[in-house]
């Protein structure tokens, strides 16, 4: 079955860190770009960062540049967001994000996994 | 950045309608703009890529035009399933990637 499983979350105090996970299956992982989209709570979508597939390049919104790095090991098939130095501003449900060979089109997409940054 | 602003914030209307969302980016981005529908719960799902292309297994009710900084995704007669929030995203001028703030159609 092709799927993203996100694993990872939790409720974490301001200035913590979180690893999160996105697992693939079903689809050539090594071969797509692949994102993490964030969305707080009764919010919009926020795209986060995204990697190439050999892990080459990566791109960060501002707001989190310095304190969070995506990474990906093909060989797992998986995907990781390190996140350092959290915010209350960072929770939201982070989606595990496929690029379609479009590039930056979105075309497969996780559940979600649930980040609370509060004391 | 790019902005994209859409409207209107919400759209109340029956099944069987004609639903009309705008997308308008504070630059141009070609036609490299695409529409996600989301539904409560759920993550979002690819409609329209390049602005008026239709992603795998979407139904043919679901259009959408424009090019440049103005965008519409128009949804030809709205079925029970179609009620959700609909966001746009550009990817022409990046990092970063920019999405819509939403549109959310609501039964009347």
């Known amino acids: 079955e092709v799927q993203l499983v996100e694993s990872g979350g939790d409720l974490v105090q301001p200035g913590g860190s979180l690893r999160l996970s996105c697992a693939a299956s079903g689809i050539t992982f090594g071969t797509y770009w692949m994102t993490w989209v964030r969305q707080a709570p009764g919010k919009g979508l926020e795209w986060v960062a995204n990697?190439?597939?050999?892990?080459?390049?990566?791109f960060y919104v501002d707001s989190v540049k310095g304190r969070f790095t995506i990474s990906r090991d093909n060989a797992k098939n998986s995907l990781y967001l390190q996140m350092n130095s959290l915010r209350a501003e960072d929770t939201a449900v982070y989606y595990c994000?496929?690029?379609?060979?479009?590039?930056?089109?979105?075309?497969?997409w996780g559940r979600g996994t649930l980040v609370t940054v509060s004391s | 950045e790019t902005v994209l602003t859409q409207s209107p914030a919400t759209l109340s209307l029956s099944p069987g309608e004609r639903a009309t969302f705008s997308c308008r980016a504070s630059e141009s981005v070609s036609t490299y703009l695409a529409w996600y529908q989301q539904k409560p719960g759920q993550a979002p799902r690819l409609l329209i890529y390049?602005?008026?292309n239709r992603a795998t297994g979407i139904p043919a009710r679901f259009s959408g035009s424009g090019s440049g900084t103005d965008f519409t995704l128009t949804i030809s007669s709205l079925e029970p399933e179609d009620f959700a929030v609909y966001y746009c995203?550009?990817?022409?001028?990046?990092?970063?990637?920019?999405f819509g703030q939403g549109t959310r159609l609501e039964i009347k």
């Open positions: 994000v496929r690029d379609s060979p479009l590039l930056l089109t979105y075309d497969l």
């Open positions: 995203q550009q990817r022409s001028n990046w990092p970063p990637i920019t």
């Open positions: 390049d602005a008026s």
């Open positions: 990697i190439e597939p050999d892990g080459s390049q990566r």
